[in-house]
């Protein structure tokens, strides 16, 4: 029953065979289904293994993300690895921790700050994506669209306050953006209650 739930929560099909990984990569690797839209063009930027067993789940990558190639490579990573308890090696380790957005290229900005994920991507690429990645225990649902798309229209602040609600498989996280700073300072009980249940499932979900 479990294998089966979490091949359901993955988007797989447990009665059919796998995809292969490598050339499912390659294939997101070259799409330019979103060329026309996006500014900087197309460059899907991601980490995964078959092997993962922690998925961040995040919105989509910001402009130094997307000229380093590495995902979260700013200031709002160094705040996530914070959060985990993870060192940056421990964090790019794809063997072990998956790191797919809602969109996988940077979608461009707003006057308010980052543009929204493409909507084309995640219909597109998402379930194929986690399903080749059976080993995931744990999501960390970072930001309040991997939230939405995962659980339904919700409140954030409601949903990271109650993040037990959603455990073994989901955790729910704020945006680690320059923006959570004030948010935490009005939400205490992130640090103090939050963020030492994160490193625990975390160490759970590595330990299974």
């Not at 050339?23 to 997101?28: F, K, P, R």
């Not at 500014?39 to 078959?50: D, E, K, S, W």
């Not at 921790?97 to 006057?111: F, N």
């Not at 798309?149 to 945006?175: K, N, Q």
Request: charged letters at 20%; proline letters at 11%.
């Amino acid at each position: 029953m479990a294998a089966r739930k979490r091949a359901r929560l993955a988007g797989a099909n447990p009665g059919e065979p796998a995809e292969d990984f490598d050339a499912l990569v390659a294939q997101v690797r070259a799409c330019r289904v979103c060329e026309a839209v996006l500014p900087l063009g197309p460059r899907p930027i991601f980490q995964m293994a078959p092997t993962a067993r922690i998925l961040i789940a995040s919105q989509a990558p910001g402009s130094k993300a997307h000229a380093s190639g590495v995902p979260f490579s700013d200031p709002s990573g160094d705040r996530l690895r914070a959060w985990m308890g993870f060192s940056d090696a421990e964090f790019y380790d794809a063997a072990t921790v998956a790191i797919v957005p809602m969109g996988l290229c940077y979608p461009g900005r707003t006057r308010s700050g980052d543009a929204p994920p493409r909507p084309e991507c995640a219909p597109l690429w998402r379930d194929r994506l986690l399903a080749a990645m059976p080993a995931i225990r744990l999501t960390l649902l970072v930001g309040s669209y991997a939230q939405n798309y995962a659980l339904g229209p919700g409140a954030l602040t409601e949903r990271v306050r109650d993040f037990a609600a959603y455990l073994p498989d989901y955790f729910p996280l704020p945006h680690p953006s320059w923006r959570v700073t004030g948010w935490a300072r009005k939400n205490p009980w992130f640090e103090a209650e939050v963020l030492p249940a994160l490193r625990a499932e975390i160490r759970r979900a590595l330990a299974a």
